[in-house]
């Protein structure tokens, strides 16, 4: 072989080399930012006692613990001065749910009224039910406030989603729910396991989106998670669902490792995206809802984040206990201002 020929030969297998670290390093860093598992998901209400009865005594979740919580750390964590708060962890089935009331600072600010599924702030969770029936005439027998009018069937010209019901419908404070109950062969198998309970579980959070492909790039590239397939949904059952003409709505699942519950994007096509996020918005507001979410390491996350999305919290935040679950995270939001709290799961 020529000198030149054996030189070119060894300066490309040299770049190779010493290109292996930095993938490598890239590698792992991916690797620890990886969401395992959305571990609750959270929203702030205004009157606790009030909240907890609406969703022990309509929809049957089950109190788990009820803690208030104060000091430097939580003021760090939720990006307030001054934090006093109470929090209750309720259960459905497998999955849980946050209920957040600041106590201090005292004023909150309620949902903007009116309020559309095609706003950017707009994030529910879908509940699975046994039995649309039985779960309408629960909503009916307490009076809830909804949404939609009545049940809606997807028809069968949306093949993916045909045949699966839906009904939305809001809490105490205005927060968005949902049911939905699948037919065979749609919806994780837990779904169709054998029982007597109405209500199952959560699927998963729906939050609105300006677009799908900014959104894919944030939760699959930086987070790890995985597309699971995606919907067209329009027609008039789809505008009764969400009580809104027109309703054109991409619909794009994602997924943990672990699941569900998973995070659902809603793209309004039509209307297009509503109002964005209200400015300065904080956790104290009623329209605030927190996902969070499972990795391996909170400081790698954070670090592959950095200039991606904009802090809630000071940076990384230790806590002196483990009332919350954990004891190491950070708040952050999405591209859209839809908060995601980064954690490291508790022994």
């Known amino acids: 072989m ?24 890239f590698a792992a860093e991916s690797s620890s930012a990886v969401v395992t598992a959305v571990a609750s998901v959270g929203f702030t209400v205004s009157d606790m006692d009030r909240s907890v009865a609406f969703y022990r005594d309509v929809l049957t979740f089950k109190p788990v613990s009820d803690v208030e919580v104060d000091g430097p750390e939580y003021d760090q964590l939720w990006g307030i001065f001054g934090v006093r708060a109470r929090v209750v962890r309720l259960q459905l089935g497998e999955q849980q749910l946050d209920l957040i009331e600041f106590l201090s600072p005292p004023d909150v600010r309620p949902i903007p009224v009116p309020s559309y599924s095609n706003d950017l702030w ?44 839906a009904i939305k419908f809001r809490d105490p404070d205005g927060h968005n729910l949902e049911f939905l109950w699948f037919p065979d062969g749609k919806g994780h198998p837990r779904w169709h396991q054998a029982g007597s309970n109405i209500f199952m579980g959560i699927d998963h959070t729906a939050m609105t989106v300006r677009s799908t492909e900014n959104s894919i790039g ?49 793209e ?70 839809h908060a995601l709290q980064l954690v490291v799961r508790e022994p």
């Not at 000198?3 to 292996?20: H, P, T, W």
Request: proline share 9%; charged share 15%; net charge positive.
């Open 122 to 165: 707009f994030q529910h969770v879908a509940i699975v039910v046994r039995d649309m029936e039985a779960a309408w005439e629960q909503l009916r027998k307490h009076h809830v406030r909804q949404i939609s009018p009545r049940p809606q069937t997807i028809p069968v010209s949306n093949t993916a989603a045909a045949g699966i019901k």
């Open 218 to 266: 944030f939760y699959r590239d930086l987070l790890g998670m995985t597309v699971a397939g995606g919907t067209l949904n329009m027609g008039a059952e789809q505008e009764h669902l969400d009580s809104l003409p027109g309703a054109k709505a991409r619909v794009t699942g994602m997924n943990p490792v672990v699941g569900p519950p998973g995070v659902e994007f809603l």
């Open 268 to 337: 309004y096509q039509l209307p297009t995206a509503g109002r964005p996020f209200p400015i300065n918005s904080h956790p104290t507001d009623l329209w605030h809802w927190q996902t969070t979410l499972v990795v391996p390491d909170v400081e790698a996350a954070a670090a592959r984040l950095q200039g991606m999305g904009r802090f809630v919290s000071s940076g990384v935040v230790t806590l002196p206990d483990k009332v919350l679950g954990f004891t190491k995270g950070f708040l952050i939001r999405d591209p859209d201002g």
């Open 2 to 25: 020529p000198l030149r020929s054996r030189l070119v030969c060894f300066s490309v297998i040299l770049a190779v080399l010493l290109c292996l670290p930095t993938r490598q390093a």
